[in-house]
């Protein structure tokens, strides 16, 4: 009897011990050997700007205050970390399943029987009406004994949504700190291009009461007139159009802080030099381990795997023990001695045998699901690659055009000093300094539009490598 009792433990152990379904493994990917720029990478440099923590790379003190004003009170995220936290639970009830749940129960049932109902009794035969019987027992519920794997795999599929979870959160807070910074830089550039049209237009407004004056002597004409004040007209429209995309822009980053509309309070004047001068962007194998969103979607691939597991455990059978250990009595006292103990101990074995082609069908949906997660995973990683592409070749050209268009303002700034000299030396007329003035206006504003590529360049590039979430 013992010998036997051994082979069924060892049985039962071997059998606990299988598990249907495939075990994953990475799918291979094609890394390539380098980023993909406009211009050759120096050579190989292990090292990232995107290790860099955010504050490292956003050096600005208003941009910091913002950014950690997002990071906890922004809606997306505080959503984020609510789904971790149901992924969590998830986990514990699914990983529940694979022991066994006990409860405990007990009563006392006092009756008081009538000496004169319908079968009356004596006195002698009954000399107590009072009867007191206790009961307490031990349940354990319905558990089922994992043969073939089907629970490990659903706790292996939950335990991968969790993960993937995590790495969801990761990757809000990556484009939640992109995003403040990109509406921040772009906030900053807009009020520099307001201070360049308001500039513009005082001076225009300057050289009208001069062109004024010189009509009221004779030296300038009506036509001369109405031309500059076209161009103090054309400054004036100009700030009218930014006014808005500023204050539009302040109820960008209010709602990405998760606060109602307001203005942005800014200090001082910013200073462009913030951010890293130099952006190496590392290896282009480390990008799969950094990218939260690409390790998310390995996550969910881990976890479709997974449940292939699951769908093929329901083709067999299914064991599961319920029993009860406690003790009746009438006497309290002697509740739990021996001949008053009661238990029962209930094997159930199910087994499918006709299900029309349920089980088949839920196989091949959960590999389908599998080989569309392998697509969502790869696709991802080739998004990544991409995605760092677009930001390296963007940092590299416009830093190129910012030093044409600087060099173009510099020319207009000469040009406009000239035809304004000759315009009022009499040596040439007003129409040469008035499209100089105008052409130098629409210049610096594009030089500031030129800036604000190249800082938003750099967020873009942050982004794509994966940098921000590691705190």
């Given amino acids: 009897m013992r010998h036997r009792l051994i082979a069924v433990l060892i049985a039962t152990s071997f059998l606990t011990n299988c598990t249907l379904g495939p075990n994953y493994h990475r799918p291979p990917v094609q890394v390539p050997q380098a980023f993909h720029a406009a211009e050759p990478l120096p050579g190989s440099q292990a090292a990232s700007f995107a290790d860099l923590t955010w504050w490292q790379v956003f050096r600005d003190e208003e941009l910091q205050s913002l950014i950690k004003t997002a990071l906890e009170q922004n809606y997306d995220l505080r959503d984020a970390v609510t789904r971790v936290e149901m992924a969590q639970a998830n986990l514990g009830i699914t990983r529940s399943d694979q022991l066994p749940q006990i409860s405990a129960g007990g009563d006392v049932n006092v009756n008081r029987l009538s000496r004169n109902g319908a079968f009356p009794l004596p006195a002698s035969l009954v000399p107590s009406q009072d009867r007191t019987w206790g009961e307490a027992q031990l349940n354990l519920l319905s558990f089922e004994v994992d043969l073939w794997g089907r629970l490990r795999r659903a706790t292996e599929a939950a335990r991968a949504n969790l993960l993937g979870a995590e790495e969801n959160r990761k990757a809000v807070i990556t484009t939640l ?137 329901a083709y067999f059978p299914r064991l599961s023990l319920s029993g009860l250990l406690g003790g009746q009595s009438t006497a309290l006292s002697s509740l739990f001695s021996g001949p008053n103990s009661a238990w029962s101990f209930v094997p159930q074995l199910s087994q499918p045998i006709f299900t029309a082609g349920r089980l088949g069908a839920n196989v091949k949906l959960s590999k389908a699901q599998r ?67 105008r052409d130098l206006l629409q210049a610096q504003l594009d030089l500031r539009q030129i800036k604000l590529n190249e800082l938003l360049s750099v967020v873009q590039l942050y982004k794509a490598l994966g940098g921000g979430w590691r705190s």
């Fill in 177 to 313: 700190i992109s995003n403040v910074a990109t509406q921040y830089f772009t906030l900053r550039e807009l009020d520099a291009q307001l201070e360049i049209a308001r500039q513009a237009l005082a001076t225009r407004k300057e050289s009208l009461d001069l062109t004024a004056s010189r009509r009221k002597y004779g030296i300038a004409t009506d036509l001369d007139v109405k031309q500059a004040e076209q161009l103090v007209d054309t400054a004036d429209v100009t700030i009218s159009n930014l006014q808005p995309q500023i204050e539009q822009t302040e109820n960008q980053i209010t709602l990405l802080l998760g606060e109602n509309p307001t203005g942005i309070v800014r200090k001082g004047s910013f200073d462009e030099n913030t951010v890293p001068p130099e952006v190496p962007p590392g290896l282009p194998s480390d990008l799969l381990e950094r990218r939260p969103d690409v390790r998310a979607a390995e996550q969910n691939l881990v976890a479709s795997n997974a449940d292939i597991g699951v769908a093929k455990a």
């Fill in 371 to 437: 080989d569309s997660a392998q697509v969502q995973y790869q696709k991802a990683i080739q998004t990544a690659f991409t995605e760092v592409s677009n930001a390296l070749i963007a940092h590299q050209r416009v830093q190129e055009a910012r030093g044409k268009q600087q060099a173009l303002v510099a020319v207009l700034e000469e040009r406009k000093r000239l035809a304004y000299m000759r315009y009022e030396g009499g040596v040439d007329t007003q129409l040469n300094a008035l499209d100089a003035d």
